[in-house]
């Protein structure tokens, strides 16, 4: 069985850091701090929340703040899968938990279309930021051809319920979507029987 204090205490962690209202930037950085700490080691998420599905990637809501101000995603990537290009809307943090994946960073252009600025690969431990009006464009794979990929995902929303959009890069087109969650239903953080740590 795994034990679930890391991610008790970043979700007890992160609803201070929110608490403070901080301003957005001051608040990401915090919150990499956090997360830095949440994935340096992979010990924490239960096997049902790191599921992969072969058709398409999943991602699991790990918690939801009661009033919406953030939520923790596990994102699970079986070989060769990846997003569309597409937004966010609210600020984002990106921790790899276990695997590599790859991130394509995009701006858009005066005609609508989107340009590749750059990848980077993440590995086992990074952290990496996201933020409407900074870089909020981005496309992201597995990065190891046979294995799963597992990262986690912090966002300054109720992010399954966020009304954005994937993009076509070449036209600018866009669909817009709310993705929802892979699963019904969450980890249980509060069984203190269980192995249980003092917060
Ligand atoms: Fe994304």
Same mark, same amino acid.
């Given at each position: 069985?795994?034990?679930?204090?890391?991610?008790?205490?970043?979700?007890?962690?992160?609803?201070?850091?929110?608490?403070?209202?901080?301003?957005?930037?001051?608040?990401?950085?915090?919150?990499?701090?956090?997360?830095?700490?949440?994935?340096?080691?992979?010990?924490?998420?239960?096997?049902?929340?790191?599921?992969?599905?072969?058709?398409?990637?999943?991602?699991?809501?790990?918690?939801?703040?009661?009033?919406?101000? !953030?939520?923790?995603?596990?994102?699970?990537?079986?070989?060769?899968?990846?997003?569309?290009?597409?937004?966010?809307?609210?600020?984002?943090?990106?921790?790899?938990?276990?695997?590599?994946?790859?991130?394509?960073? !995009?701006?858009?252009?005066?005609?609508?279309?989107?340009?590749?600025?750059?990848?980077?690969?993440?590995?086992?431990?990074?952290?990496?930021?996201?933020?409407?009006?900074?870089?909020?464009?981005?496309?992201?794979?597995?990065?190891?051809?046979?294995?799963?990929?597992?990262?986690?995902?912090?966002?300054?929303?109720?992010?399954?319920?966020?009304?954005?959009?994937?993009?076509?890069?070449?036209?600018?087109?866009?669909?817009?979507?709310?993705?929802?969650?892979?699963?019904?239903?969450?980890?249980?953080?509060?069984?203190?029987?269980?192995?249980?740590?003092?917060?």
């Amino acid at each position: 069985m795994t034990d679930i204090a890391p991610l008790r205490d970043f979700v007890l962690h992160f609803t201070r850091l929110v608490d403070r209202d901080l301003p957005p930037l001051a608040l990401q950085t915090e919150g990499a701090a956090l997360l830095r700490d949440l994935v340096e080691e992979d010990r924490w998420l239960p096997d049902a929340f790191a599921r992969p599905h072969p058709e398409h990637y999943c991602q699991y809501l790990l918690h939801c703040d009661p009033l919406e101000r !953030f939520s923790v995603v596990s994102f699970v990537w079986a070989p060769r899968q990846k997003t569309p290009l597409h937004d966010h809307r609210v600020w984002g943090l990106i921790g790899m938990l276990r695997g590599r994946e790859s991130e394509t960073q !995009f701006v858009r252009e005066a005609d609508g279309t989107f340009s590749a600025t750059g990848s980077t690969f993440l590995e086992q431990g990074d952290v990496a930021s996201l933020a409407p009006g900074v870089n909020d464009y981005h496309q992201v794979a597995n990065a190891i051809e046979d294995r799963t990929s597992v990262s986690i995902h912090v966002y300054g929303g109720n992010i399954g319920g966020v009304r954005r959009a994937s993009y076509d890069p070449a036209t600018g087109q866009e669909k817009v979507f709310i993705s929802g969650y892979s699963s019904d239903v969450v980890p249980n953080l509060w069984d203190r029987s269980l192995n249980a740590k003092a917060i």
